[in-house]
């Protein structure tokens, strides 16, 4: 039964179990995807696992290009009308 009042969710809640890696003895150590695109080139631009780019984005070598964006205050009752 939940607590009441807790401040904090336990790693369950969240799903971290999902997502870790199970190593496996004697078998090496594989990088996933989302680590080889978007860390590994800016860690070791040169390792052999590296996904440089995308494929139909501006994203190439752990970056993405300059984006700039505009915000403008509105009323919240214009919003909600």
């Known amino acids: 039964m939940p607590e ?3 401040e904090f969710c336990s790693d369950g809640e969240l799903g971290y179990v999902r997502n870790r890696t199970v190593f496996v003895p004697r078998r090496g150590f594989r990088l ?3 680590y080889r695109l978007a860390h590994l ?3 070791v631009p ?3 696992d590296i996904i440089s ?3 139909g984005t501006s994203y190439t ?3 993405h290009e ?3 964006s ?3 205050p509105v009323p919240g009752d214009a919003l909600r009308g």
Do not use: F, Q, S, W
Request: net charge positive; aromatic share 0%; proline share 8%.
């Open 4 to 6: 009441k009042n807790r």
């Open 32 to 34: 996933d995807e989302a």
């Open 41 to 43: 080139p800016l860690v």
């Open 46 to 48: 040169v390792h052999p």
């Open 53 to 55: 780019g995308r494929e």
């Open 61 to 63: 070598m752990g970056r």
């Open 66 to 68: 300059r984006v700039v």
């Open 70 to 72: 505009l915000v403008v």
